[in-house]
């Protein structure tokens, strides 16, 4: 494990899947991170590389080939390299393996940089192409949070904040085909908030695309702890709490979601993928404050 500390916080990292474990308050020894109860979901913030969600039947085609991947990809498996920068920053590398190339026949240098800077934990994310053609990917965050904060509180006590008036449609997964369905139904007419409610999520994420805000919020009606969620450069969020677990909340920036159910298509028709060519590198970011 790795640990970044500051007066504010301290985190807690994991050089498999290069995951935030824990984000702790100095000030109320509070751990914000969803506690990982392996009976119910025992990750707290997978990197989602080289796809997002599932594809069908695990299977991809790339250059006429298949290819087989579990849901969220290969990178949350994989033990990245750590190169600790100082008490706040640390990098995580992940470079193609033997069995990473046997899903996914692309070279790239993938790099999570964690920096913690006041109450803020930033996620930069960098793609880099070292293969000698075009590379094509998706690439999201996984981070769950405490819902509630507190032992002694209901989750149905919080909500979700967009920074601004939201008219957004919400894409609909179809939970039995493991897919994106092409239905959509309205989540915000000029709203920007919704309470946490165990129906919002039958039927998985909550996915929304084009958001304008740059950041939302998990807040409470009794008190002023809050968690601010920052994004750079992700065109999709998913809002997720599995079903009947309860104490958790992801809310998941992502470029990219699930194959769309019955997609046969080349691995490079999927919706939202990155197509990066030799040597130039994509980036993207997400950052947590915490407000004790």
Known sequence: MTILKNDLLEVELN?????????????DNMNYM????????????PILFPIVGAINNN????????YTMT????ARHNEFMTHQLSDTCVE?????????????????????????NQNQLECHCI???TDSKTIYFQIGGHPAFACPFMENESSNEYYIEFEKDETLDQKIINVEERGMSHETKQLFDHERRFFIRQALFNNDAVVVKNFQSKWVAL???????????????FEHLGIWAAKHVGGLIAIEPWVGHNDYVGFTGEFKEKESIVALP???EFECKFTVEINQ
């Not at 009606?221 to 450069?233: C, L, P, R, V």
Request: proline fraction near 4%.
């Open 34 to 45: 969803w506690r990982r109860d392996p009976v119910q979901w025992a990750n707290s913030a």
């Open 278 to 280: 030799q040597n130039q």
């Open 15 to 27: 050089a498999k899947g290069a995951e935030i474990i824990k984000i702790v308050g100095q000030k």
């Open 71 to 74: 849901q969220h990809g290969f």
């Open 92 to 116: 995580f590398e992940l470079t193609p393996n033997e069995d990473i190339l046997k899903q996914y026949p692309y070279l790239f240098d993938l790099k999570v940089i964690y920096t913690l």
């Open 127 to 129: 793609v880099r192409n």
């Open 59 to 66: 299977e991809c085609r790339i250059d006429g080939k298949t």
């Open 219 to 233: 807040k409470s009606i009794h008190h002023q702890k809050s968690i601010k969620f920052y994004m750079e450069n």
